[in-house]
C-alpha cells in the first residue's frame, strides 16, 4: 500500500478473491487511484455466479437452465437441496462455487452420487453453489473493450481433450488449443458480439472483460459467463482476440491504461496516512 501513491494507474491482474472481486477495487476507490478495469460492484457482481446469472436473466441473456444453493447446514437439508434439483434440472450438470474463479471447486455430475460429492466440493469454496445443466457445443470467447466506445473482438475457440475446460486444461494441458480468430459464420459471430456487449452493460463492467460462450449444433447461443478481469499469461484468450482486433500487446496495456485515466478518483485521500 505505501507505494501506490507514487502510482499514476494501478493495473490489476490479481485473480480471484481478493484481485477480481470488488476487494481490490474497493481499496484503489477509497485510495482515490485511478485503475484499470471494472469498479467494485461490475467486478463481484461477475465473481459470484449466481448474482452474474440473475443479472442475465433479467436481461434476457440466454443461459443454462440454473439453480442457486445457499447455505446448506446440515446432511439432511443437503438431501433435501439435491431432490429439489433433481426436479427442476436434467443431467448431466455442472456444479460451481458461486465466487471462485479460474473453473476452481467444479465438477461435473451424471448421477446423484456424484452431485452429492460435486456438492460438497463446492461449498469447500463457500456457501453459495450453482448448479446449471451442462450444454453441448462449441466453447467461444469474445473480448470486449472500451476504445471510442464500447467494442468486441472477433471470436476465439476453445478445444480442449478434457471432459470440459477446467483448471487443468487452462494452465496446464498442452493439448488444449486456442483458435483465433474461430471459423464461424459471420451472421452468429455478430449475433454473439452483440450478446457480449449486453452482458457487458448487465453487470455494469468497465474497461475490458471476456465473455464465454457455447455454440450448439443447431445454432444455440448460451452465454456462460463474463470474465471482467481475464487473464494475460501466454495461454490467455483475451490478448489474443485484442491481437486479431487490430491491438498488439503494448497497444492494448495502452489503450486499457487510457480507459483508466478517463475515470476521476472519487475521492483525494492525499492526507490518508497509511
Known sequence: IRGLEKCDVIFPIIHGSPGEDGTLQGLLSFLGKPYVGSDVSASAAAMNKATMRALFTAHDISQAKYLTIDRVSSSSELKHRINEIESILTYPLFIKPASAGSSIGVSKANDSKELLNGLVIALEYGSQVVVEEALVGRELECGVIELDGLNATPLGEIKTTNEFYDYSSKYFDESTTIIVPAMIKEQLQQQIQTISLQAFRAVGAR??????????????????????????????MFPKLCSEFGLDYPDLISALVKTANQVAPRRNFETLSL
Not at 472483460?209 to 448460451?222: E, Q
Request: aromatic share 14%; hydrophobic share 30%; net charge negative.
Open 207 to 236: 474497461g475490458y472483460a471476456r465473455v464465454d460462450f457455447f455454440l450448439s449444433d443447431d445454432g444455440t447461443i448460451s452465454c456462460i459467463e463474463i470474465n471482467t478481469h481475464p487473464g494475460f499469461t501466454s495461454k490467455s
